[in-house]
């Protein structure tokens, strides 16, 4: 298993359990005081077995052993990978322990006397719990190096047609002209946060071109739509290899697609060049490009299309986080929803945390995560300040902005991630913002180790959401993109919301869509996020079922119907789920699912903020 699937490992939609539910035996709830030593202290000797079993079957014995798979892979990039002293097994803990050391550069004083406290209490050594509190910004930067690297030599989607929208009369994309010159053809493509084309005739074609510089082999292509798979074999698709690069494949569904149907067209292919090492003998696969449009009778708007669940049996929910107020709830009150999914690998549930940390000084606070981790990816503090947050796939991150620096001397540049991973940014809300307007301004004014989405809220109705990378050119953002309920888009519509008092956000930007200029680095292609993530069309199609249900329930939204809405299959990953989160600012209770896989399938147990 390759390391892509092994973060793929990492990446969870939800089987509701039926019948009585139980505590499940792997969830905690402790409560720890006094100094951020003593706090640490009491936090390792309290759950000392789990943090020890925690750092052992998650790191040692699966995401180091997998991530060195990709060694090959990055030492082709970067020859400084190949130095003895990250052979014989040792590539993934030294990698990551360089860049723990590194972001440790940014850790206050008391964040690192906690640290030390959990490792003298669960009998571990400092370096062992930094790496452990560091690795989800730094695994997932070091991911998306190895992603970039392994797509870089993938099949590519050039262009894409809808055959004979250029004479059917009608607007397919929507700019005002119908049937000019290359209406319905797309190239070079780009992904699209909406639909590529509306009002498409039933029985059109489609037609598509792929690209590689080693060929694309015919036999691996494969295309879903309408629940029907289309292979090589199928007699619905012609291949014509074009060249020694471009290979075209046009589909002709044998029954036309039903009218006013939303739809989505999903297409992969692999090349003809195999590598071998690691074993197996492989080829190089693209991602899932998903096309969504609309055929004659939708009636919408290409910018308005929402892309309906997928039913191919491969493609997972992502991680979503939602937050809603006023209007949109019951009485006015205040909440933020949170599913997360990352990286159970049949471990992470085994050693789920709910802590109530109570400080000498300042507000009390809750978090949710996991044995040995000091912070949660939510959390709520006794001033009715909460946060949800999930990653944003970003080649703008601390690790490429490391290469840049390095790039002078490519053959000793090493991944290096910097700044406050978003998790140490979660506890520092927490420990000092009084409303959601400061608490975004902890992110926005930190150096950021990677891409994350996030959405704020606070007990007073406040309810902010922001977007963030690591600015590694400079360019003016900061790396900081602030959302707002009323904003608009140059299309007109709302960013991230369907009303002024709600935020829904998946795992891909939607304001910061160019995150990163297209360039190459010594050889390297890098891109945007929406040109490689496999969160793009994910989180795409997540966050607009999401949308509807909330459009649905204007006015009704409660506590119950958000424990619904995140446990409902669509937005759950059924072998990933880490956690499911209700913040309830009102009463000042953290809901929490945990200790089973998916989260959902037990109970939301509630833990109160104030001791």
């Not at 690790?399 to 406050?420: F, H, M, P, T, Y």
């Not at 929406?530 to 249900?549: E, H, L, M, N, P």
Request: proline share 5%; charged share 20%.
């Amino acid at each position: 298993m390759t390391f892509t699937k092994t973060v793929a490992l990492f990446l969870a939609i939800a089987l509701v359990a039926c019948g009585p539910f139980s505590k499940p035996p792997t969830r905690e709830t402790i409560e720890v005081r006094g100094t951020p030593y003593e706090r640490g202290l009491a936090h390792g000797t309290q759950l000392r077995s789990k943090v020890r079993s925690f750092y052992t079957t998650l790191l040692t014995n699966s995401l180091f052993p997998y991530l060195s798979r990709e060694q090959p892979d990055i030492v082709s990039f970067l020859p400084e990978y190949g130095a003895e002293r990250f052979q014989n097994g040792n590539f993934a803990y030294e990698l990551f322990l360089d860049s723990a050391k590194n972001i440790e550069r940014s850790l206050n004083r008391a964040t690192r006397e906690e640290l030390q406290g959990v490792a003298d209490g669960a009998g571990m050594t400092y370096d062992q719990i930094l790496v452990l509190n560091t690795f989800f910004d730094s695994v997932l930067a070091v991911r998306g190096v190895a992603l970039a690297i392994r797509l870089a030599r993938a099949p590519l989607l050039k262009s894409v047609e809808f055959v004979g929208a250029a004479t059917d009369g009608v607007d397919n994309d929507n700019d005002g002209q119908i049937d000019e010159s290359g209406e319905g053809r797309f190239e070079p493509y780009i992904p699209e946060l909406y639909g590529l084309a509306v009002e498409l005739a039933p029985a059109a074609a489609i037609r598509l071109v792929l690209t590689e510089v080693d060929g694309v082999d015919p036999a691996t292509v494969r295309i879903f739509l309408d629940n029907q798979l289309y292979t090589s074999e199928s007699p619905e698709m012609v291949i014509t290899e074009l060249s020694g690069t471009d290979l075209e494949v046009t589909l002709t569904p044998s029954t036309p697609l039903a009218n006013a149907l939303t739809t989505t067209l999903v297409i992969g292919a692999g090349d003809k060049k195999l590598i071998s090492a690691p074993l197996p003998v492989r080829a190089s696969f693209m991602r899932d490009e998903e096309i969504a449009f609309t055929t004659r009778g939708a009636g919408v708007n290409r910018r308005d299309v929402r892309r309906p669940p997928l039913t191919d049996g491969r493609t997972r929910p992502p991680p979503i986080a939602i937050g809603v107020r006023g209007s949109m709830t019951a009485g006015g009150k205040s909440f933020i929803a949170h599913h997360f999914s990352l990286l159970d690998a049949n471990t992470a549930h085994k050693h789920t945390v709910a802590i109530r940390h109570v400080p000498e000084s300042g507000p009390a606070f809750v978090t949710v995560g996991w044995a040995g981790i000091v912070y949660g990816l939510s959390g709520m503090s006794e001033r009715g300040v909460g946060y949800a947050c999930d990653p944003a796939d970003s080649l703008d991150n601390s690790v490429v902005g490391s290469v840049l620096e390095q790039v002078a001397d490519i053959s000793k540049a090493k991944l290096l991630a910097k700044g406050l991973p978003i998790g140490f940014l979660g506890r520092r809300i927490l420990e000092q913002s009084t409303d959601a307007v400061s608490a975004r301004e902890v992110i926005a004014s930190a150096e950021k180790v990677y891409g994350w989405t996030c959405v704020l809220g606070d007990s007073k109705g406040g309810l902010e959401a922001i977007e963030v990378d690591s600015d590694i050119f400079n360019d003016g953002s900061k790396g900081v993109f602030n959302l707002s309920t009323t904003e608009l888009d140059a299309t007109g519509r709302r960013y991230a919301s369907t009303s002024d008092d709600d935020f829904v956000l998946g795992s891909n930007y939607v304001k910061n869509v160019p995150d990163i200029a297209s360039l190459l680095v010594a050889g390297q292609r890098i891109v945007p996020q929406r040109q490689w993530s496999g969160f793009f069309y994910r989180s795409r199609r997540a966050v607009d079922g999401a949308k509807g249900r909330l459009e649905a329930g204007k006015g009704t939204i409660d506590v119950e119907f958000l424990q619904n809405l995140i446990s409902d299959p669509q937005f759950v990953d059924s072998s990933d789920s880490m956690n499911a989160v209700v913040l309830d600012f009102e009463n000042l209770q953290v809901r929490s699912a945990m200790g089973q896989v998916p989260a959902t399938a037990g109970p939301f147990e509630v833990t109160e903020v104030k001791p």
